[in-house]
């Protein structure tokens, strides 16, 4: 596994354990939910249901615009900005589970 993936799942499993968190926030933890939601969706989208982890953090790398794009069309709340980065990891972290060469 190269730098770039294993930096991209430290990353990815971050942002999994700040979401963790943020559930004992039933405000802002519904939000963050929310936000995760709309960008896995777009990942079944834009990276398929047969991908491996390295097309994911191929993916992950352009994701940026993307990710404000489509939480600012679907799921912008009061603050957003502030929690995109989070949601996007923990959700490329849930979608990881799915590729065909996961380990944990």
């Known amino acids: 596994m190269t730098a770039d993936i294993e930096s991209a799942r430290r990353d990815w499993e971050d942002g999994y354990r700040r979401l963790l968190a943020a559930t004992n926030d039933p405000i802002g933890g519904d ?38 794009e489509a939480i600012d069309e679907r799921a912008s709340v009061p603050g957003w900005p502030r929690t995109v980065a989070v949601a996007g990891d923990a959700a490329f972290h849930l979608y990881a589970r799915g590729a065909v060469d996961y380990t944990p």
């Open 31 to 68: 939000r963050l939910h929310q936000q995760v939601n709309v960008i896995l969706t777009e990942l079944r989208k834009r990276v398929g249901t047969i991908f491996t982890i390295a097309e994911l953090a191929d993916a992950y790398t352009r994701s940026e615009s993307w990710l404000l």
